[in-house]
């Protein structure tokens, strides 16, 4: 089972990215995805998640009417556009499961909950 973030890059402050999480060896629409990140010398954060069954997404209160997470079952990719990025939007970003079909609305920002991970994607928001 392997998970991979991709799209990550430079981007000025304002900008957009729009990143992508594909799995192999795993079927992606069984299973809520959430988003974290972590910048230099910080704790790995919560950004959102999406469940699996009726698409309800959660989010981080910094990223909210920013950041907005979809999935592509027909892809089996989960995406997180982000838009009016902002310095502090720099990190890496990281997609996870917890092989659960629900977020959970009080613990789908906890890290120790998600068992599998996807290599980071690199986003730095910079003037």
């Known amino acids: 089972v392997q998970l991979q973030a991709s799209g990550g890059g430079s981007v000025q402050p304002g900008g957009s990215l729009r990143l992508s999480c594909a799995a192999s060896?795993?079927?992606?629409?069984?299973?809520?995805i959430g988003w974290f990140r972590q910048a230099p010398g910080k704790e790995r954060e919560g950004v959102g998640c999406?469940?699996?069954?009726?698409?309800?997404?959660y989010y981080t209160d910094s990223v909210k009417g920013r950041f907005t997470i979809s999935r592509d079952n027909a892809e089996n990719t989960v995406y997180l556009r982000m838009h009016s990025l902002k310095p502090e939007d720099t990190a890496v970003y990281y997609c996870?499961?917890?092989?659960?079909?629900?977020?959970?609305?009080?613990?789908?920002?906890?890290?120790?909950?998600?068992?599998?991970w996807g290599q980071g994607t690199l986003v730095t928001v910079s003037s």
């Open positions: 060896g795993l079927t992606l629409d069984y299973y809520a």
């Open positions: 999406i469940n699996s069954v009726d698409g309800r997404t």
């Open positions: 996870a499961t917890d092989h659960r079909s629900e977020c959970g609305d009080n613990r789908w920002y906890a890290v120790s909950l998600y068992d599998y």
